[in-house]
């Protein structure tokens, strides 16, 4: 049986929620990665130090006994961010990165930034305090079509957000474009990318493939053919600004199988083999432990993981479905054998 051996890996990007769809998902996450960049899309969201400290210590609670697991906080930025807490979310060892979400562009970013230029001076607080600001990089108008919100988002805002604010360390959330891929590339190395297992796995054919797939549906949409090449030549290149960032993102069943389904694909129960399956198609898997495991610790200046994880090449099946009690989370791939499994 052919394995391969990496060190203990990390997840620069997920959403774990509260409460019992927390208890429900944690554990999936924390049998595979040693840490994880906690997302502050919550109701209300988390936007103060306090808030992300009382927030991780909810996520703890949740880690099983026996498996070790730490959660990496975030702040959502809105126009009501001081700098004060900037500056306060820099001292502590608690709060890792700043989220900025365009108001409107996702899953609970209603709080988020409606005027980018307006928050400009907590952006130069972030530079000042070097706390890496994390972007869902989208623009929001309706008018701008959904496949080219990215592009766009890049044009409009980002290329002038770097200029400015050229010490500022910048992660632009689960690439999906090519431009994305080579705006990262052709940037200062403060600037780097996550990639998710989703848009690594499929093209947008996948959303309507025989009939409408709501788990396949995140956003950033699932982008062209030529788009997704791109994004598995950057995450097999042994780039260090493109590392492993799942995007894992839960909701209930019934919340995406439905006339208006939620945006997120929860990939957390095969998250480490989904990314096995892509870069062993690109015939990369050499490459995959330092997209997995040393990139992203490097850029955010954390020591890289001691112990070690072990995949094999030995199909299994994805859960249909997992949760109890009236939680029911169906995962990306439910149902689908994968080739490759966490030992
Ligand atoms: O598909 C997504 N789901 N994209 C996001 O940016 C947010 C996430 C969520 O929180 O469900
Ligand atoms: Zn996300």
Redesign the pocket.
């Known amino acids: 049986m052919q394995t391969i051996t990496l060190t203990r890996p990390d997840d620069w990007h997920l959403?774990v929620?509260t409460g019992a769809v927390l208890k429900t998902v944690l554990p999936y996450t924390a049998r595979q990665f040693a840490r994880a960049i906690i997302?502050p899309?919550l109701k209300p969201p988390v936007t103060t130090v306090a808030q992300a400290c009382q927030y991780r210590e909810e996520i703890r609670q949740a880690v099983p006994e026996g498996m070790d697991f730490a959660p990496l906080m975030t702040l959502y930025l809105t126009a009501a961010t001081t700098e004060a807490e900037l500056k306060l979310a820099a001292e502590t060892d608690v709060v890792h990165a700043v989220k900025l979400?365009p108001a409107g562009?996702?899953?609970?970013?209603d709080a988020g930034v409606g005027n980018i230029q307006q928050i400009y001076p907590l952006l130069a607080a972030l530079e000042r305090h070097d706390l890496p600001l994390l972007i869902?990089g989208?623009v929001t108008d309706a008018d701008c079509d959904i496949f080219d919100r990215e592009r766009v988002f890049i044009d409009r805002y980002l290329t002038a957000i770097v200029a400015e604010f050229p010490a500022l360390r910048i992660v632009l959330?689960?690439v999906t474009t090519s431009e994305a891929v080579q705006f990262v590339e052709s940037a200062s190395a403060n600037v780097a990318a996550t990639l998710t297992p989703q848009h690594l796995l499929f093209n947008r054919n996948a959303l309507l493939a025989g009939g409408i797939r709501p788990h396949h549906?995140?956003?950033?949409?699932l982008k062209r053919e030529q788009h997704r090449a791109a994004l598995v030549a950057a995450a097999t290149s042994g780039n260090p600004k493109f590392f492993l960032g799942t995007?894992s993102?839960?909701?209930l069943t019934p919340l995406k199988e439905t006339a208006c389904g939620?945006?997120?694909?929860f990939s957390a129960p095969a998250a480490l083999e989904l990314y096995a399956e892509a870069f062993a198609r690109a015939d990369a898997l050499d490459k995959l432990e330092g997209f997995a495991s040393f990139y992203g610790a490097d850029f955010y200046r954390l020591p890289r993981n001691t112990g070690t994880v072990t995949l094999a090449q030995s199909p299994w099946t994805v859960a249909p479905v997992v949760g109890e009690d009236g939680v029911a989370i169906t995962p990306l791939q439910a149902g689908e054998l994968l080739n490759w499994k966490l030992l």
């Open positions: 959403h929620r997302m899309n979400y562009a996702t899953t609970n970013s869902h989208e959330e689960h549906y995140c956003l950033p949409i995007d993102a839960p909701h939620c945006a997120g694909c």
